[in-house]
């Protein structure tokens, strides 16, 4: 007997119909001799609505009572989810953030869970009730409403496995596991049956948007291994769990990419300490989230600096980028929305050689120019002009023959 | 500078523009010196598009997870209404029934309220906010959310003005004051500056649905004035207060209709002790409301009995009565629908003879027959045929001299 928790998405609860499923998918798993503690999100297209609604009062809803407003959309799933149990016959309780507690700090919008009380849940489990768990939702110390952001019910799951020692967190969703690449642009794409957290943190990051970031780092920390899978049917999907000797055979998991990023160019910028410090900092002051930064050596103490930000950034960050640019008396600045980020990740990079060169020699057979590159220790990541995304994703495919199987470090690298 | 709890019903904040009426609302009485908690309701129409989707899911809705459910509603309006608030520069802060909390015992969908704790909202008073609490949802002592049942919310503004001490409860509304009867009805109806608690209370019991019922009797309890007026102008409302001298004056205030019920007659009940006690009893412990019970002495040891239930109970009450009719050797049960009950209240009567003979008076004029009387002591109650409500009502009206001025102990009765 195992103890399970089972997130539903919005797409899994979005009408009543789904709702039933849901029930009866937790019934099946407790009928199984398992304790089920089932996290629900809002029902799709819920938190846009009431999103929408404070828009239209407001272009700068106050983030407190944005909270209060969106939080609505999980208390109303648990309570149908809840009912749907009990009209099937089964004994259910319904758990809201404020009710456990989750504890979180106050970041209104993006709150970190701080602590997850389990005694009073537990107690019910152990006499036999089925748990159904209010997603994305939290409350301070203060006894204030928060919410976990996008995605946030993933957290929430996986955070509930970790306070109830769970055997598994089992995620379910519209896709059936997670993908070597998106299957709608590269049809060759297979389902992994395992990757690892640190993996899965930056096909993440990168775009493979199956999970929130956050929860994988929270499974990471404590060990809970996380199985995506199908809320339609039974199948296997893929397991997101700690290192194991296999993986560390496999040098490219997945290719990924992103086109929401767009890249800001400084040029001559005179090439002095503190210069990047001032530049950055002011753009962190403002909130702008940065990923890649290149900046190369310096010539006649001058220097190109570019970096990335989300699109949705970029007329924020170029306002502050021209005023700084002034002030240290750098000479231009040009902006580009049209990149994309494409990606190659695996954990056997790390003790790998080869593979960047592998990489930049499929993009280049193809003709496509790498405009900046970024590595981290199991994950290359070039730049490249976006109309050549779906081009450059299924030449990495193939170059790392995502398709066959595996590829190991015994594998040759089938590029020119 | 005067402590108002302003409550807010569903029309008056149905839709984005109608919120930011009630935050200017709000606003203008802070910034008339007043210390504002506002209290809302759900949107219009939001608490019964809940309710369906509970049916749709299951025809008997657990009713704890229904409250979960339809608490939400308020939710977000006292979500919107803050924004709304903070939007147009004024401090404000919104409350659920857990945040304040609002105690309540533990009946879903009718909880009473047993305690409400005051020093927090109080402290964000005394720095200048305008406090947001939602209506109609309180939280037992297990911290189970709970729903006060039907118009709720102005037991909770009630409440609020109780626990906070407040100056007056304004209840805002979409008529402009409590009518000495149905302006739909007739067209002679005056609007009333004053009403007494024990005069609303028959009011609101006998159909005139301004106010629930518990926060009147809340109100009167405390000794808090509510003051029932117009959303959409600033006029003058009804002040509904403790009886005073020129009250005590007025022999009639309304004339009240109420179309909703049907009556059960059994026929040659054996006049012994505790048949009425059996029969009265079973109806009770199926949560059936009876309302008026008339029997008459009885004639060779059998009796008739006539009662009253809400017509959506009558199919359930006469299985019971039918059940029970064989048990006690009853002859035959007989039920009617097409009856109606007009009623006049007021405060005067306790001291003022002729009343009822003026009453059954101005009916027989227009041949209305008088099936059954039931009277209090601030109330006289004849149920009649229902195709002659609107004509009661108007002569009621008329005989009572209610169009003129108040009706006091020095005006002769106008009646045949």
């Known amino acids: 007997m195992a103890l399970i928790v089972q997130k539903y998405g919005g797409t899994s609860v979005g009408d009543i119909e789904r709702i039933k499923n849901v029930a009866q998918r937790a019934i099946r798993a407790k009928e199984a001799g398992n304790d089920v503690i089932v996290v629900v999100s809002a029902m799709a297209g819920e938190t846009d609505k009431l999103i929408n609604l404070a828009h239209e009062l407001t272009p700068l809803p106050n983030v407190r009572e944005l909270d209060v407003l969106i939080s609505t959309g999980e208390q109303i799933s ?43 849940i537990l107690k019910d489990v152990k006499v036999g009730k089925i748990v159904v768990v209010a997603g994305f939702q939290g409350i301070d110390d203060k006894g204030n409403i928060t919410t976990l952001g996008r995605g946030g019910s993933d957290t929430t799951a996986v955070a509930m496995a970790v306070a109830l020692k769970a055997d598994v967190c089992e995620i379910f969703t519209d896709v059936d596991g997670i993908y070597t690449t998106d299957p709608n642009v590269c049809e060759k794409a297979r389902k992994l049956g395992k990757i690892s957290y640190d993996e899965m943190l930056e096909m993440a990051s990168l775009g493979a948007k199956v999970l929130q970031i956050r929860a994988v780092e929270f499974a990471k920390k404590y060990h809970v291994p996380i199985h995506v899978r199908a809320s339609f049917n039974d199948n296997f999907g893929t397991l997101v769990c700690q290192e194991d000797e296999e993986m560390e055979n496999v040098v490219v998991s997945g290719v990924t990419c992103d086109k929401n990023e767009a890249k800001i160019t400084i040029t001559k910028v005179p090439d002095k300490p503190g210069v990047a410090h001032r530049l950055f900092g002011a753009i962190a002051n ?16 001058l220097t190109d600096i570019t970096f990335t930000v989300i699109k949705t950034d970029l007329s924020k960050a170029t306002n502050i980028v021209g005023k700084m640019a002034r002030e240290i008396g750098a000479k231009d600045i040009n902006t580009d929305e049209n990149i994309a980020k494409v990606s190659i990740v695996g954990t056997g990079m790390r003790s790998h050689s080869g ?20 590595t981290s220790e199991i994950k290359i990541s070039c730049i490249i002009e976006s109309k050549y995304t779906e081009l450059a994703v299924r030449a990495l495919h193939d170059a790392f023959q995502l398709d066959k199987k595996v590829f190991t470090k015994d594998d040759p690298i089938s590029t020119p």
Chains 1, 2 share one sequence.
């Open 286 to 301: 403002a909130n702008i989230m940065v990923d890649m930064i290149i900046q190369n050596v310096s010539d006649e103490g």
């Open 355 to 374: 593979v960047a060169s592998a990489m930049f020699g499929a993009l280049a057979k193809e003709g496509i120019n790498i405009m900046m590159i970024s």
């Open 78 to 120: 648990v309570a149908l989810v809840s009912m749907a149990i009990k009209s099937m016959g089964h004994e259910v309780k319904s758990y809201l953030g404020h009710q456990i507690p989750i504890q979180t700090d106050s970041a209104y919008g993006k709150a970190r869970i701080t602590h997850v009380k389990s005694d009073t």
